[in-house]
């Protein structure tokens, strides 16, 4: 049972937090191509996909729970801990910062007689969506290594 959670945790990891992880990225292609719809489209998906992700955490929490006792993992084994907790950031910062920058983007693209904020918006989203990488960069590490 411990070999197939296992094995959907890391393929939800691949096909659901990798796109969370790369959308707002191609967002960054649109804002300059000045593809408002586009933007909002991904905005919407960023948003799915980052509470899709959570798909990855309850699988991981049936691994860890059916893992072989020899290996004494549980929720306060620090590298667990640690991981969750960059995770829960990513999945925040993400939801609170990159989706509403995305959807600010899309408005301002969008809307002709508007002021034109692309320069702060795409900023917006380059730094928390690279953030976001990075922390999720951390998670990997820490689920590969377990220090």
């Given amino acids: ?3 197939l959670l296992v094995t959907l945790h890391v393929v939800a990891a691949v096909f659901i937090v990798g ?3 790369i ?3 191609t967002a960054m292609k ?3 191509a000045g593809e408002g719809a586009i933007v909002e489209r991904v905005a919407r998906s960023t948003m799915i996909f980052s509470l899709l992700s959570l798909l990855v955490a309850v699988l991981g929490f049936g691994a860890l729970a059916t893992a ?3 290996n004494d993992w549980s929720i306060s084994t620090p590298w667990v801990l640690i991981a969750l907790l960059v995770y829960v950031v990513a999945v925040a910062l993400s939801l609170l910062a990159v989706v509403p920058a995305l959807r600010s983007a899309g ?3 969008l809307d002709p007689a508007g002021e034109n904020l692309r320069s702060k918006d795409y900023t917006r989203i380059a730094m928390a969506s690279g953030i976001v990488s ?3 960069v ?3 590490v820490l689920m590969v290594w377990k220090p």
């Fill in 1 to 3: 049972m411990n070999t």
């Fill in 19 to 21: 796109p969370m992880a």
């Fill in 23 to 25: 959308l707002p990225q």
């Fill in 30 to 32: 649109a804002i300059r």
């Fill in 68 to 70: 072989d006792k020899s």
């Fill in 107 to 109: 408005e301002h693209l």
């Fill in 134 to 136: 990075l922390l999720l």
């Fill in 138 to 140: 951390v998670v990997v």
